[in-house]
């Protein structure tokens, strides 16, 4: 049974920064490629951001680019989600994700529960 667990979500000012942190077990970890989704209320989930089972390959969505970083350590069996200049429209429940194919955009195998994200003006 893989588990995708996240955590770090909270209310920040806009312009603030925050790390979400999605820990992994049930599974080899290196062996999945791991992404974010995020959905805000009324909208549909969308990617934020994916990266490879090694790390040297990274997405990320046009709205958040040079914004946030995804970074994971295989050792901690974690990814990483560090999101900086957040805005109002960043407000929204993250769930992390993870696929044994190699886009994840294509297809999730395994999802988080999710972590509130909100932004106040």
């Known amino acids: 049974q893989v588990q995708l667990v996240e955590s770090g979500g909270g209310l920040v000012q806009a312009g603030g920064s925050l790390r979400l942190s999605c820990a992994v077990s049930g599974r080899t970890f290196s062996s999945l490629n791991m992404g974010w989704f995020r959905q805000a209320p009324g909208k549909e989930r969308e990617i934020v951001g994916t990266?490879?089972?090694?790390?040297?390959?990274?997405f990320y969505a046009d709205s958040v680019k040079d914004r946030f970083a995804l970074f994971r350590d295989n050792a901690k069996n974690t990814v990483y989600l560090q999101m900086n200049s957040l805005k109002p429209e960043d407000t929204a429940v993250y769930y992390c994700?993870?696929?044994?194919?190699?886009?994840?955009?294509?297809?999730?195998?395994?999802w988080g529960q999710g972590t509130q994200v909100t932004v106040s003006s």
């Open positions: 990266i490879t089972w090694s790390g040297r390959s990274t």
């Open positions: 994700a993870a696929t044994l194919l190699y886009d994840i955009r294509a297809n999730v195998d395994y």
